[in-house]
């Protein structure tokens, strides 16, 4: 049985939640430094104190590979028993497996997940409104500026991105000759300019 000094230590360690990522990472297979630090998105840094204080601890080794690097490992499995004495008594409180802690992470980690794609839908969902309702202002102010239709086709792709001249073509499905008439015409009036061999929306009515 290991003494409250022992246990508090390991209360310590355990009480950081990247260091039980870490762990539980370790459960899979031996990892180093930086495979860790990737998959669990943490600095360097902040891995090797985690793992340094955790091989004080007593908890994980590590072994060399052919080119001299780290891999560390959990040096025995493990689960917490917390008992707790109350007016002369004692209840224990079993510690959950450790696959069993494994997939209540995992379904914590899938809820967090779904809630922020509801937020990123909701915000997706306003933004396709917002754009809706601005082509349609350019729609309307455009009928008194633009020659063609086909010159309103062509600023509204081009506010999506820079294109040359046969990505703007494959993307409108137009004439060519049709497509480098207008692109001549906005370029004229300052509203489209050619970049290396990209055309681009230019001036105030650039983003």
Do not use: W
């Not at 793992?51 to 891999?71: A, H, P, Q, T, V």
């Not at 937020?119 to 020659?147: F, G, P």
């Amino acid at each position: 049985m290991i003494d409250r000094v022992e246990v508090s230590r390991l209360l310590d360690i355990l009480g950081n939640r990247n260091r039980r990522r870490i762990i539980e990472l370790l459960r899979q297979k031996p990892c180093f430094v930086t495979e860790i630090s990737d998959r669990l998105i943490l600095s360097p840094k902040a891995v090797i104190e985690h793992l340094n204080m955790m091989e004080r601890g007593l908890l994980i080794s590590f072994f060399l590979d052919e080119r001299r690097r780290k891999y560390y490992y959990l040096s025995q499995e493990f689960n917490i028993v917390v008992s707790v004495g109350e007016s002369g008594r004692k209840h224990s409180v079993v510690g959950i497996p450790s696959a069993d802690l494994r997939l209540i992470e995992s379904l914590g980690m899938l809820r967090r997940m779904a809630r922020s794609r509801e937020t990123l839908l909701d915000t997706l969902e306003n933004l396709e409104k917002d754009i809706e309702a601005t082509m349609n202002d350019i729609a309307r102010m455009s009928k008194e500026v633009m020659k063609d239709d086909i010159d309103l086709d062509i600023i509204i792709t081009l506010s999506h991105q820079d294109l040359t001249f046969e990505e703007l073509t494959d993307v409108m499905e137009k004439n060519p000759d049709t497509v480098l008439a207008s692109l001549h015409s906005l370029i004229s009036r300052g509203i489209v300019v050619l970049d290396e061999d990209r055309y681009k929306i230019e001036g105030i009515y650039g983003g």
